[in-house]
């Protein structure tokens, strides 16, 4: 089990949709 690769690609998931909602907050 790749125990490092699942919470690397999971972080860069997770950031990557928080930075998709600041974006659509911080354009209205």
Do not use: N
Request: glycine fraction near 4%.
């Amino acid at each position: 089990m790749s125990s490092k690769r699942y919470p690397e690609e999971f972080k860069i998931e997770a950031v990557k949709q928080i930075t998709e909602k600041g974006h659509s907050v911080a354009d209205v």
